[in-house]
């Protein structure tokens, strides 16, 4: 099957980790009966976008939040694309995404590869790496759909890894993403479209809601491109619910059109996963 129904839930923050997680899987509930095939939660939906709360809310590997995911997506009978946690395993915390299926199965996990560390003048700064360690997979998986590939906010600035996602034979990319009030309005729309266009992919960025009182202020504006890098639908700053219907099978026609990735010079240059050449 090639045709599915994303929707991707742009929630805001809520005080506790219990009550973000209710509210997802509330959330969940709701996409399902839109016939939702797969849902999107955002990125670190269930703490506050900020290291010490990163860390403090950090949620054991394989844990009940990661039960409670997967029994939601089996009780919907949804793919789950579970936003991201901040996940603590081997002594370390990771920005870590995960892929159930319609049975609650994991079928794919993602740690952040790129932290954001930034430092912008007269805008934002931020460091991932005061808290979280990066993870170094290139994560592509198959489904029902077709290849779908896993990618977390700041990796969206990185084309090596979406290229190779895209190598990999995947024909949708989910990301899980938290844009600022700065970064957000300069480079969201870019970003999104033109990693849709070189890789003739569809992307989906689901982003958390804009909350006025938060230290780190989400930008918003939950996104879907298709593989001629148009934008399919967006959100604004505010709660709601992005649902788009696609069919998988125009990335390969696109790819066919405009061969994109066979007219690659692989006589001049390479890019491969090192140790994998």
Known sequence: MSTLKI???QMPEHDFPSESLEAACDAVARAAAMRADIVCLPEMFITHYDTESMKKDAVEEGGYEMERL????ARYGVYLQAGTVPEAAGGKVYNTACLFDRSGGLVAKHRKMHLFDIDIRGGQSFRESDTL???DQVTVTGTEFGRIGMAVCYDIRFPELFRLMALKGAKLILVPASFNMTTGPAHWDLCFRSMAMYNQCFI???ASAMTPEASYKSYGHSIICDPWGQ?????????GVLLTEIDT???SDIRNQLPILKNRREDVYELAEKGRL
């Open 7 to 9: 929707a991707q839930i």
């Open 133 to 135: 360690s990066a993870g």
């Open 231 to 239: 934008i399919l639908g967006e959100l604004e700053s505010e709660e």
């Open 204 to 206: 989906a960025g689901t």
């Open 249 to 251: 099978d125009r990335a």
């Open 70 to 73: 997967a029994e939601t997506a």
